[in-house]
C-alpha cells in the first residue's frame, strides 16, 4: 500500500474540509480581480470614461468577443480547441450581410447549415480520433473560402432588425454589460449547472469514464461541437449588428481573443477544467484592456504621449502572461 | 441461490497474436461473493472488461438471466445492474463528488439534480464507510487517492433506477487503508446478504479466503479451480495460480546458473519506501530480474535509477551508462516517423558524428551490423519502423540500446505481445551480451524470462520482498512472495 497506510486514517482527514482555502479563493477571484483592475486603470486616466455613454462606447466590440469566447469554452469543456472560431465568425457576419437583409430563408438556411456542420466537426473528431486543433485549423481555412466567395469584397448591409437590438438602450445599465452578464448566466447554468453540461465537461477530464457509464463520446463531441456552432454564428451577427458591413476576415482575430479570454477566465487548455463566468470577464477584460492602453498618458513628464495602437494587441499578451504567471505561482503554491 | 445473473460459457479473447481467455465457462449467482485470483496475465482483467461490456469477446456466448444476449455491451451490463470498480480510477478527476454520480446515473437530471446526487453518494458513503468525511461538492483532484477510491466504490453501490446486482471489485483495497479496508469487506458481506453478488478481486489472499464464497482461480486465459472457498487454503491457492502442484522448478538455460556478482558495482538501489532490508545490487555480466504482480514498483524503480544515472551516489547509485528498453513501445520506445535506421541509430548519435555532422556512412554501418545480430526481418533498414512487424519493431529498440555505449541496460518488460521467435532470438543476445560484461535489469512478467536471470528480486506494494538466486527459482515461491500478506 502507499502513503495513506503510513500517515495512519488520523491523517486521511487533513486533505479535504478546506472549505475556505485563500489560495483557492484568490484563485477564483483572479479574472474578477483582472477585470477590476483594468477598470481601475481606465477609471485613473479618464473617469469620464466609467459612465454609462463610455461603457456603451468602450465596450461596443465586447459581445462578439464573448460570444466568441463562449463558443471556444464548449469546445475546451471537451478538452479541445477550435482554431476556426475566427473564420467562422467572418463567414456568418458575411453570410448576414449579403443574404439576411435580401434573401432570408438563404441566409437562414446557410447559418443553419454551418451549426450542423460544426457539430458534425465534433463527431468527426471523435470518430477519427483525430486531433481538435488540426481538424479546425483546416477548417478555419475553409470557413475563409466560404465568406470570401459569399462576400468578395467588404460591404453589405445589417439586417434592420439586427442593428437596432445591437444598438438597444437599456436603462441605467449599458447593453453590452446586460449582454455579458445574461450571456454569462446562461452559460454557467447549461454547463456548470446541468447534469448534461457534467457529462460535458466530464468527457473532458476521463472521457474514458464517461463512455463507460454508457454515453456516447460521439454525441457528446458533437453537441459541443454544435453548441461552439449557435454560440459562433450568435457572434458573428451581434458583431454585424454593432459594425453593420462585414468582410471575410474582420474577425480573425477573435480566435487567438477567445482561447485567450476562455483561459484568462480560468480554464485550462486540457482536462474539461472550464468557468463560463470566468471567461465572460476574460473576453471583457481583453476588450477594456485595449481602450485603458488609449487613456494612457504621463501627463507631466511628456504630455503628448500615447502609448501607439499598434501595442494594444501585444498589451493582451501581456495581460495573459501576467494572469497566468499568478495562476501557476499559486497552484505551485498548492502542491 | 442456483440463478445466474450472468454465465460465461466457452468465452475466448484475443488481442492479435495474444489469447487474452482461452475458453472461459463462469457463472455467477446472486447472493454470492466470488473471488478471482491469478498471477499477472492469467487473464482476470479481460475478464471483467467482458462482464461490463467494454470489451466484446472473440468468441462464447455470454448469457444473462438464462438468456444468451449476443449483443452483449455496456449498455446492456448496466440495465442488468452490474458494474465495476476499475483498478486504474474512472473519476472525472474535474468534476466534484456528486457530478462523478450523475455521470452514472441518467435519472439525476432535471432540477435538483444535483442535490439528489450528492445526497445519493453520501448516503452509501455514510453506510459502507462512516465517518469518511467526504463532501458532495469536493472537486475529485482534491481528494486524496484513498478517498477517490472510496468514492468510486460507494458509486458502483448507489441505486436510482437500476438496482446494482454483480458489482465487480478490482483490486479495491489497494490504495484503502486497513480500516476503511476492513469497512468495505464487511459492507460486501451485507451486500451479498442482501441478495447482490460480488466479484473481488486482490492480491491479498487472505482478504479473499476470508470474505469470498467461491473462489475461482484463473491462469494462462483459463479458469484451473472453481469452488468453494474453505476447500482452499494459502498453500493450496498459491500452488493453483502456479499451475501444476508441487516446487515445480523452472527450467533455466546453463548459462543463468553460473553466477558472477564479482564483477564492477554497476547498479545500488533502495526503494523509496523501503527504509531497511534489501537492497538491490546489479553487477557487471549479470543479468537480474525483477518480478511480482505488475504495477507494484517494478517499472518505477527502472525509471528512478534510469533517472539516476550520472547523480551522485544516494539511495540509488549508478555507475556508467545507462539504456532503457520501454515496453510500452507505442507511446514510450518507437519514433513513429522515422526510418528502422534511425530508430536503431538515436541513442548513439554523439558517438556517430564527425565533426559536427552525423556520418550517414557510420550510422548506416551501425544500424546494419545490429540488423544482422539481432535479426531484424526488413528488406531495407530505410524503410518506416511501422512496416516493421511488432516484434520486429521490438528488436529494433533493443538494437537501440545494445548498439549504444550503455553498460547496463534496463529492460521494462519488453517481451509483452512478441512472438516466441523475436523472443528465443532476445534471449540469446542478452546472454551473449552478458558474457561480454554487460548487465541486465529485467522486469518481466513472464516466469520463462526469469529462469534467463542470475538472480531475481520480487517486487510487492513497491518495496523488495524478496531475493532469490536462480537456485532457488520456483513459480511457487515467486508467487508465494507476490501475494503474501503484511502480518
Redesign the interface.
Known amino acids: 500500500?502507499?502513503?495513506?497506510?503510513?500517515s495512519?486514517?488520523s491523517k486521511?482527514?487533513t486533505?479535504?474540509?478546506r472549505?475556505f482555502d485563500p489560495r483557492r479563493l484568490f484563485r477564483s477571484a483572479l479574472p474578477g480581480l483582472s477585470l477590476l483592475i483594468v477598470l481601475a486603470a481606465i477609471y485613473d486616466f479618464n473617469p469620464r470614461a466609467i459612465s454609462y455613454f463610455g461603457f456603451n462606447l468602450m465596450l461596443n466590440l465586447a459581445v462578439p468577443v464573448a460570444l466568441a469566447t463562449a463558443a471556444q469554452l464548449c469546445i475546451i469543456a471537451v478538452s479541445d480547441l477550435d482554431l476556426s472560431i475566427g473564420a467562422y465568425v467572418g463567414f456568418i457576419a458575411c453570410v448576414t450581410t449579403t443574404w439576411l437583409p435580401t434573401t432570408p430563408l438563404l441566409g437562414t438556411a446557410a447559418i443553419l447549415a454551418s451549426i450542423v456542420a460544426y457539430g458534425a466537426l465534433g463527431a468527426l473528431v471523435h470518430w477519427r480520433q483525430l486531433p481538435s486543433i488540426v481538424v479546425t485549423l483546416g477548417m478555419s481555412f475553409v470557413w475563409l473560402g466560404l465568406a470570401l466567395f459569399v462576400r468578395p469584397q467588404p460591404g453589405g448591409l445589417s439586417p434592420v432588425w439586427l442593428s437596432t437590438f445591437m444598438g438597444l438602450h437599456v436603462p441605467y445599465v449599458p447593453f453590452p454589460i446586460v449582454a455579458a452578464v445574461v450571456l454569462a448566466i446562461v452559460l454557467h447554468l447549461v454547463l456548470m449547472?446541468?447534469?448534461?453540461g457534467?457529462?460535458l465537461?466530464?468527457a473532458?477530464?476521463?472521457a474514458?469514464?464517461?463512455?463507460?457509464?454508457?454515453?456516447s463520446l460521439l454525441r457528446i463531441k458533437a453537441t459541443a461541437y454544435a453548441m461552439a456552432g449557435v454560440l459562433g454564428s450568435l457572434a458573428g451577427l451581434s458583431l454585424v449588428g454593432v459594425s453593420s458591413s462585414a468582410d471575410a476576415n474582420m474577425a480573425n482575430g477573435y480566435t487567438l481573443l477567445s482561447i485567450a479570454g476562455a483561459i484568462l477566465g480560468g480554464a485550462e487548455f486540457i482536462?474539461?477544467?472550464i468557468s463560463p463566468i470566468g471567461a465572460v470577464m476574460g473576453a471583457l477584460t481583453l476588450q477594456l484592456a485595449t481602450v485603458a492602453l488609449n487613456f494612457f498618458q504621463l501627463p507631466e513628464v511628456f504630455p503628448g504621449f500615447r502609448i501607439p495602437p499598434e501595442w494594444q494587441v501585444g498589451a493582451q499578451g501581456i495581460i495573459l502572461i501576467v494572469i497566468l504567471a499568478i495562476r501557476a505561482l499559486i497552484n505551485r503554491g498548492e502542491a | 441461490m442456483d440463478r445466474g445473473i450472468i454465465d460465461l460459457s466457452e468465452v475466448t479473447k484475443s488481442f492479435g497474436a495474444v489469447h487474452a481467455l482461452r475458453g472461459v465457462d463462469l457463472t455467477i449467482r446472486s447472493g454470492e461473493a466470488l473471488g478471482l485470483v491469478g498471477h499477472n496475465g492469467a487473464g482476470k482483467s479481460t475478464l471483467m472488461h467482458i462482464l461490463t461490456g467494454t470489451v466484446a469477446p472473440t468468441a462464447g456466448i455470454i448469457s444473462a438471466d438464462q438468456n444468451q444476449r449476443p449483443d452483449y455491451d455496456v449498455n446492456i451490463a448496466k440495465m442488468l445492474g452490474i458494474r465495476c470498480v476499475f483498478q486504474e480510477l474512472s473519476l472525472c478527476p474535474n468534476l466534484t463528488v456528486a457530478e462523478n454520480t450523475c455521470i452514472t446515473h441518467r435519472p439525476l437530471s432535471g432540477l435538483g439534480w444535483r442535490k439528489r446526487a450528492g445526497k445519493l453518494i453520501i448516503g452509501k458513503l455514510d453506510e459502507i464507510f462512516p465517518g469518511h468525511g467526504i463532501m458532495p461538492g469536493a472537486i475529485v483532484s482534491d481528494l486524496s487517492i484513498g478517498r477517490r477510491q472510496m468514492v468510486e466504490i460507494a458509486r458502483a453501490f448507489t441505486k436510482t433506477d437500476i438496482i446494482p446486482r454483480l458489482i465487480i471489485l478490482d483490486e479495491p483495497t489497494s490504495s484503502l487503508d486497513p480500516s476503511t479496508s476492513q469497512q468495505l469487506l464487511s459492507f460486501m458481506r451485507r451486500f451479498v446478504s442482501e441478495g447482490g453478488a460480488t466479484i473481488f478481486i486482490s492480491h491479498l489472499l487472505q482478504e479473499i479466503l476470508d470474505y469470498c464464497d467461491r473462489i475461482v482461480v484463473m491462469r494462462d486465459g483459463r479458469v484451473v479451480a472453481d469452488d468453494i472457498a474453505t476447500e482452499f487454503g494459502r498453500s493450496k491457492l498459491i500452488t493453483t495460480m502456479g499451475g501444476a502442484a508441487g516446487g515445480h522448478q523452472v527450467s533455466s538455460p546453463e548459462s543463468a546458473r553460473s553466477a558472477s556478482s564479482t564483477g564492477n558495482l554497476r547498479v545500488r538501489y533502495r526503494a523509496k519506501t523501503q527504509p531497511t532490508g534489501i537492497e538491490l545490487s546489479v553487477h557487471a555480466g549479470e543479468i537480474v530480474g525483477l518480478a511480482g504482480l505488475a504495477g507494484h514498483g517494478q517499472s518505477l524503480s527502472l525509471i528512478e535509477i534510469f533517472e539516476a544515472a550520472g547523480g551522485r551516489p544516494g539511495r540509488i547509485e549508478v555507475n556508467g551508462q545507462v539504456a532503457l528498453v520501454a515496453g510500452d513501445r507505442q507511446t514510450d520506445g518507437i519514433f513513429p516517423l522515422w526510418s528502422i535506421a534511425d530508430n536503431i541509430t538515436v541513442r548513439s548519435l554523439t558517438a556517430l558524428t564527425r565533426g559536427a555532422l552525423i556520418s550517414q556512412q557510420r550510422a548506416g554501418e551501425l544500424a546494419k551490423s545490429w540488423k544482422e545480430r539481432i535479426g531484424i526481418r526488413t528488406p531495407d533498414l530505410d524503410n518506416n519502423i511501422l512496416s516493421l512487424s511488432g516484434g520486429n519493431q521490438q528488436k529494433a529498440l533493443f538494437a537501440r540500446a545494445f548498439g549504444s555505449n550503455a553498460e547496463t541496460i534496463l529492460m521494462d518488460d519488453p517481451m509483452r505481445g512478441v512472438d516466441i521467435g523475436t523472443k528465443l532470438d532476445v534471449y540469446r543476445l542478452i546472454e551473449h551480451e552478458a558474457e561480454q560484461g554487460r548487465c541486465f535489469l529485467w522486469y518481466t512478467t513472464e516466469m520463462d524470462e526469469l529462469a534467463y536471470c542470475h538472480k531475481i528480486y520480487i517486487f510487492r506494494n513497491r518495496q523488495i520482498v524478496a531475493q532469490l538466486s536462480q537456485d532457488e527459482l520456483t513459480e511457487e515461491r515467486v508467487i508465494h512472495s507476490s501475494f503474501q500478506e503484511a502480518v
Request: proline share 3%; aromatic share 8%.
Open positions: 500500500m502507499n502513503a495513506v497506510v503510513k495512519g486514517p486521511l482527514w486533505d479535504q474540509n472549505r449547472n446541468t447534469a448534461f457534467a457529462v465537461r466530464g473532458g477530464g476521463n474514458t469514464a464517461v463512455g463507460r457509464s454508457g454515453w482536462g474539461g477544467r
